[in-house]
Nanobody, 116 residues
Framework: VQLQASGGGLVQAGGSLRLSCKSS????????LHWYRQTPGKERESVAS???????SYADSVKDRFTISRDNIRNTMYLQMNNLRPEDTAVYYC???????????WGRGTQVTVSA
């Protein structure tokens, strides 16, 4: 399984971005997926997750601003981020914790920068 995140960029506070995570290999629709983010000097933190039947959960810090979704035909997960804040600045990663062969898979991150 390979996961490729994209869609990051520079945006002003209050703006929006949509991240995508394209998966190749494995049976995408079977697996729970997560978005994580990390800033320098801090641990990677969970932002949102979505189960194989589209059940979603969110960190309190992004609830009501971010929406996670998935398209099992396109093997792609999304993170719609609205009302962005400077504290959302981070590298965002997609993660499949229990993929094929019960292995954990991480994608390369995509940088999100929110200016004040």
């Amino acid at each position: 399984v390979q996961l490729q995140a994209s869609g990051g960029g520079l945006v002003q506070a209050g703006g929006s971005l949509r991240l995508s995570c394209k998966s190749s290999g494995g049976n995408f629709k079977l697996y729970t997926l997560h978005w994580y983010r990390q800033t320098p000097g801090k641990e990677r933190e969970s932002v949102a997750s979505i189960t194989n039947d589209h059940g979603a959960s969110y960190a309190d810090s992004v609830k009501d601003r971010f929406t996670i979704s998935r398209d099992n035909i396109r093997n792609t997960m999304y993170l719609q981020m609205n009302n962005l804040r400077p504290e959302d600045t981070a590298v965002y990663y997609c993660h499949m914790p229990h993929g094929p062969y019960s292995r954990s898979y991480w994608g390369r991150g995509t940088q999100v920068t929110v200016s004040a």
